[in-house]
């Protein structure tokens, strides 16, 4: 496996219909935090929003709403990545991508999901604005990973954290993450791709609760972009709200070092280990 990449492309080509297919092996550096037999939700996310870029990507449009549905466990297995136009147009249009893998009965079944808005762009600088306060820089994070051993494993272990907000403390939890592995082998991943690639953690991020006691797992997350992210940092502020069902939300902000760049939210289920 490479020890430079969390995914290794086999081969690829069209489908029927149009559809793109691409193939691809993980590493073991996208390995779960809840369980060494499937992937955390990063590396999968990120997958996805790398096809639904690359679905014919136009120069004068970019994706804006991006929504990635884990359908189960997305195995560390061979995975296929179909990727189409389901709503072609000019100003606006609706690209999918899915995941493929082999069930426990060997039969190919679909993992994941991911569904983006594309929306033609216009050159218009004067009504920038972000509603959201910057973070403050990376430099002033405390360099470490956070919380216990859990947070140690798999994917996790493969993030540079700087923590502006320890997780846990009371309100949103802050924290700037980055990564030297490539989505896939030989690749430098587009902005998009870096932010995917740790926005799934939010979830983690913004918990109130102990992983060695509770697992709250994300069963989707929803990122609406408002501009492009640049540079290597992505930070994430969130904080999760959980009703008393074990049902639970985290919403959060998403930004560059330039200040936000967009909102994430995630649907959790929570239970006691």
Known sequence: MSDAAYFVPIDGGPGDGG????????????????????????????????????????????????????????????????????????????????????????????????????????????????????????????????????WQTGFVRTLDWRTITPIGAPGPSAAWLRTDLALVEGEAPTPVERLFTVADVANGVGSKLDPAVWTFLNTDLTVHLFREPVGEWVGISAETSTGPDGVGMTAGVLYDEDGAVGRIAQTVQVRPR
């Open 19 to 150: 559809t793109a297919v691409e193939r691809f092996r993980p590493t073991a550096h996208t390995v779960s935090t809840w369980a060494p037999t499937m992937q955390h939700g990063a590396p999968p996310s990120a997958l996805l929003a790398r096809a639904l870029e690359r679905c014919g990507r136009r120069p004068d449009a970019r994706l804006t709403r991006i929504c990635v549905e884990l359908l189960g466990p997305v195995p560390l297995t061979e995975i296929e990545v179909r990727t189409r136009i389901d709503r072609p147009g000019r100003k606006v249009e609706l690209v999918v991508a899915e995941l493929w893998a082999a069930g426990p009965d060997g039969t190919p079944r679909a993992v994941a999901r991911g569904t983006a808005w594309r929306m033609q762009t216009a050159d218009l600088p004067e009504v920038a604005h972000a509603a959201d306060a910057p973070l403050p820089p990376p430099a002033q994070g405390v360099v470490e990973h956070p919380g216990s051993a859990f």
